[in-house]
Each structure stands twice: as C-alpha cells, then as structure tokens.
C-alpha cells in the first residue's frame, strides 16, 4: 500500500489522497471524493480497479522532492471514476517519506506482470498491518 495525492483535476487545484494497492489481478486506487469535505462519516470513499489489461504502462520516478507514478491505461479501459485522467494518463505523486513502500510497490509490479508472484495472505495481512500501525 502506498499513500499518493493528485494535485490538479483539469486545470483546477484541487487535492485528492488515496492509497494505491498491488494485487494479482492489477492495481486498486482508493480515495476520497475531492469535493466533499465534511466529517470522516460523511465522506464518499471511491475506489477504481485497473487491471493488468487496462495498464500500457506503471512507471516508477523517484525525484528529489516527491516521488510519482505515472500510470498510462489503455483507451479502453474504464477509467471514467478516476481522478486527473489526461490522454489515457494519470500522474500520481508519493511522499519522499514513503520511498521504500514505492519502492517494494514497484517490486511487486514487475513480479505480478512477469508472473512470478502470487497473492499471500501473510504479506497483505503484513501491509494492513503496517498501514494501520504507521510504518
């Protein structure tokens, strides 16, 4: 699991946050509807799935101030619900402090696009795990 923020929808400033979670059927991206800002019960979780055939492409880019990923998606893939799709391309930016988790997610990428890894129940209770305990 790895926290990330979109900055800008379509021109306007806006902030979205949400969590970007790796499976073995593709990526899940969980966050808050950016126009709602009431009380945590109130607020409308969204949460869209991109499967291994609706991603072209994951990249990874570690900068110096923030790091990003940069999904590309096919043009038929549904990604209507997603926030800050330009041309089939969605820029989500990651805290410095969060590098290593980019990192192990970047990882897990390549190992469930290559095959080479399958879900265990031990890892994600671990990612739950360290979600909820902050580290």
């Not at 607020?43 to 590309?72: H, R, S």
Request: some cysteine.
């Amino acid at each position: 699991m790895v926290p990330f923020r979109i900055s800008r929808l379509f021109g306007l400033r806006v902030t979205v946050d949400g969590m970007l979670l790796v499976n073995a059927q593709g990526l899940k991206l969980v966050f808050k509807e950016p126009k709602r800002d009431d009380t945590l019960r109130d607020q409308q979780i969204e949460q869209v799935e991109l499967t291994w055939a609706d991603l072209k492409q994951v990249v990874c880019d570690f900068g110096m101030l923030n790091d990003e990923v940069v999904l590309e998606v096919n043009p038929s893939a549904n990604v209507v619900r997603l926030p800050g799709v330009s041309e089939d391309r969605v820029s989500l930016s990651v805290r410095k402090q969060h590098r290593e988790e980019l990192k192990e997610l970047e990882k897990r990428i390549d190992e469930y696009r290559r095959g080479t890894r399958r879900d265990d129940v031990d890892d994600l209770l671990d990612d739950v795990r360290d979600f909820l305990h902050g580290g």
